[in-house]
């Protein structure tokens, strides 16, 4: 299980979040929704503990990750796996290197073994093709794709994070890289991988999600279903919705 209680966060004097509480299970398909600069990156960030509150408690599994070293959070780290916001594919590495690097820095496993395992990945997310490819001979989609294949081959995750899966890239393009992301949490909680995307795409977080959190002000004013989002009567959040959503 996964708390956040209280949890306040500010940049120098540029508080992002203020007593920010939820609590999600290992399984859940989420969205943190929220314009730009309202905290969602940094709701992961703080998943991880790659920023620390000042002050509140994150909870993972009974534990109080706030006050945890290096060392303790390694295997609270290797619950979850992260797409970063821009994709972060190594420039200079091929797209079989990039998907190797974290397992040949694991070093458990023998080349052929690394080998194998790289085409399962690329084969999941559709792009065994583009193996010996580099990154700037990928299309927008294909790069998301090979990131998330990245991330993957740390380990098998119990939750999937992705930042701005879609942003930037053309409808169908978004549609397909949704399909994946709902492929990789598919099956029936609690016997399923879970997953947090953080975007302000709501067409994207509809298609994956079933409860969605919206960020504003540093607070979360909506925690709901999609009927509840479309139905909402938070002016904001509406105009929030209506900007992004193809009303029919
Ligand atoms: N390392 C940092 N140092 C100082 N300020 C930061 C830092 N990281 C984020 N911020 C500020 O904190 C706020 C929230 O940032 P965050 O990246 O979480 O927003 P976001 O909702 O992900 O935005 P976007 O949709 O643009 O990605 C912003 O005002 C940002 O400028
Ligand atoms: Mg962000």
Redesign the pocket.
């Known amino acids: 299980m996964i708390e956040f209680q209280d949890v306040t966060l500010a940049?120098?004097s540029?508080r992002?979040l203020d007593r920010v509480s939820f609590t999600a299970q290992f399984w859940d398909r989420l969205a943190?929704l929220?314009?730009?600069?309202?905290?969602?990156?940094?709701?992961?960030?703080l998943l991880l503990a790659l920023?620390r509150p000042d002050s509140g408690r994150i909870m993972i599994d009974g534990e109080d990750i706030t006050r945890l070293s290096e060392s303790q959070l390694r295997p609270i780290r290797r619950k979850f796996t992260i797409v970063f916001?821009e994709g972060a594919l190594f420039d200079s590495l091929s797209v079989r290197e990039n998907v190797a690097y974290c397992m040949r820095e694991q070093g458990a496993l023998s080349e052929e073994d690394i080998d194998e395992e790289v085409r399962n990945l690329l084969r999941k997310v559709g792009i065994e093709g583009a193996i010996d490819l580099m990154p700037e001979e990928l299309s927008g989609g294909m790069q998301r794709r090979a990131a998330i294949a990245r991330s993957m081959a740390a380990g098998e995750p119990r939750m999937m994070l992705y930042?701005?899966p879609t942003?930037g890239l053309d409808p169908l393009t978004a549609e397909n890289i949704g399909d994946l992301i709902s492929e990789l949490s598919a099956g029936e909680p609690p016997d399923r991988r879970g997953s947090i995307i953080?975007?302000?795409d709501v067409t994207a977080a509809a298609r994956v999600s079933e409860r969605f959190l919206y960020?504003k002000n540093g607070r979360i004013t909506f925690d709901g279903d999609l009927p509840g989002l479309l139905n909402t009567d938070d002016e904001e959040l509406k105009k929030f919705i209506d900007a992004l959503f193809l009303l029919r």
């Open positions: 940049y120098n540029n992002v943190f929220g314009g730009s600069g309202e905290g969602k990156t940094t709701i992961l960030k920023v916001q930042d701005e942003t953080v975007t302000h960020l």
